[in-house]
């Protein structure tokens, strides 16, 4: 039986679909598509798919606690986002000395600090870093040496930060309490060499880490040790995103990316998958 859906948006596909997020507030689902460059989103009360063009290649938004509109992730850094009058105004630039590199992948945590990292945008070397953004929008680099940081989240009581280096195929985690990172990371899960690279990355209610596989075509469900629970199989190969979503956040939601692959009929399509058989977590907002 299919276990997936594609999300039917005419003849659009995402040159490099990412960033999802579901936003209770406004009963949709936001994602990026960081190369056209552009924001969609998708409303669950009417099904209608919404697309912004953007300025500059944005990899993510959150939603703000305190304040309407949207912080986002753009090659120029951290700024915030207001659709209505499409005003971006910046924040910060994590790396004015590093023009070819851009934030990537983001999360914000129950304090309601953004957690970011950055890449080339060749992906070729480890310029990339990994930051915290405070609700006092103070900047603290928090690691370095990441050719693509990717996939930030939480583990349920927030004891852990996962973060990806895609390049290396590793998964680590950081030992997490209180907004803070209090230890080194370490390698939790080492992608082996026939599943592709581990991308884009969510928690469960029950702790279970569902990871995307670029160049695997595939979203995988690791136990909260680190084993392999189980797998489902995209028509896709460059699998980006996961996500939950809905009122009682029991659908998923994947991203997927067209580029470099004109001979894949599905590349670059949003995914929901049917029946996840768990629910996921309500998504944090920024306090800033």
Same mark, same amino acid.
């Given at each position: 039986?299919?276990?997936?859906?594609?999300?039917?948006?005419?003849? *659009?596909?995402? &040159?490099?679909?990412?960033?999802?997020?579901?936003?209770?507030?406004?009963?949709?689902?936001?994602?990026?598509?960081?190369?056209?460059?552009?924001?969609?989103?998708?409303?669950?009360?009417?099904?209608?798919?919404?697309?912004?063009?953007?300025?500059?290649?944005?990899?993510?938004?959150?939603?703000?606690? +305190?304040?309407?509109?949207?912080?986002?992730?753009?090659?120029?850094?951290?700024?915030?986002?207001?659709? &209505? $009058?499409?005003?971006?105004?910046?924040? *910060?630039?994590?790396?004015?000395?590093?023009?070819? @590199?851009?934030? @990537?992948?983001?999360?914000?945590?129950?304090?309601? +600090?953004?957690?970011?990292?950055?890449?080339?945008?060749?992906?070729?070397?480890? &310029?990339? @870093?990994?930051?915290?953004?405070?609700?006092?929008? #103070?900047?603290?680099? *928090?690691?370095?040496?990441?050719?693509?940081?990717?996939?930030?989240?939480? $583990?349920?009581?927030?004891?852990?930060?996962?973060?990806?280096?895609? *390049?290396?195929?590793?998964?680590?985690?950081?030992?997490?309490?209180?907004?803070?990172?209090?230890?080194? #990371?370490?390698?939790?899960?080492?992608?082996?060499?026939?599943?592709?690279?581990?991308?884009?990355?969510? %928690?469960?209610?029950?702790?279970?880490?569902?990871?995307?596989?670029?160049?695997?075509?595939? %979203?995988?469900?690791?136990?909260?040790?680190?084993? %392999?629970?189980?797998?489902?199989?995209?028509?896709?190969?460059?699998? &980006? @995103?996961?996500?939950?979503?809905?009122?009682?956040?029991?659908?998923?939601?994947?991203?997927?990316?067209?580029?470099?692959?004109?001979?894949?009929?599905?590349?670059?399509?949003?995914?929901?998958?049917?029946?996840?058989?768990? #629910?996921?977590?309500?998504?944090?907002?920024?306090?800033?």
């Amino acid at each position: 039986m299919t276990r997936w859906r594609i999300i039917e948006r005419g003849n *659009v596909r995402d &040159t490099l679909g990412e960033g999802l997020l579901w936003s209770p507030r406004e009963q949709a689902l936001y994602w990026t598509d960081i190369l056209a460059p552009a924001l969609n989103r998708l409303s669950f009360g009417d099904g209608g798919i919404a697309r912004w063009p953007m300025p500059e290649r944005i990899g993510w938004v959150i939603e703000r606690r +305190n304040a309407p509109g949207l912080i986002a992730g753009f090659q120029s850094g951290f700024a915030e986002l207001d659709l &209505t $009058s499409m005003r971006v105004t910046p924040i *910060v630039d994590p790396e004015p000395d590093l023009p070819d @590199n851009r934030l @990537n992948d983001a999360k914000a945590d129950r304090a309601g +600090n953004i957690w970011a990292g950055t890449m080339p945008l060749g992906a070729d070397r480890p &310029t990339g @870093n990994f930051y915290r953004l405070g609700a006092d929008r #103070r900047l603290t680099t *928090v690691d370095r040496g990441y050719s693509v940081a990717n996939g930030p989240a939480f $583990s349920p009581d927030e004891a852990w930060l996962y973060h990806t280096d895609t *390049v290396a195929g590793t998964i680590y985690r950081f030992p997490f309490a209180d907004g803070q990172v209090t230890g080194a #990371r370490e390698a939790f899960i080492r992608f082996e060499a026939d599943w592709g690279k581990p991308d884009g990355m969510c %928690v469960d209610a029950e702790g279970g880490l569902w990871v995307a596989h670029w160049g695997g075509a595939r %979203v995988t469900r690791f136990t909260p040790e680190g084993k %392999v629970d189980h797998a489902i199989a995209l028509p896709a190969s460059q699998i &980006t @995103n996961v996500c939950f979503a809905g009122p009682e956040l029991d659908r998923m939601f994947v991203t997927s990316a067209a580029d470099g692959k004109p001979g894949e009929d599905h590349a670059g399509a949003l995914f929901e998958i049917a029946d996840p058989g768990v #629910r996921g977590l309500a998504p944090n907002l920024y306090a800033g």
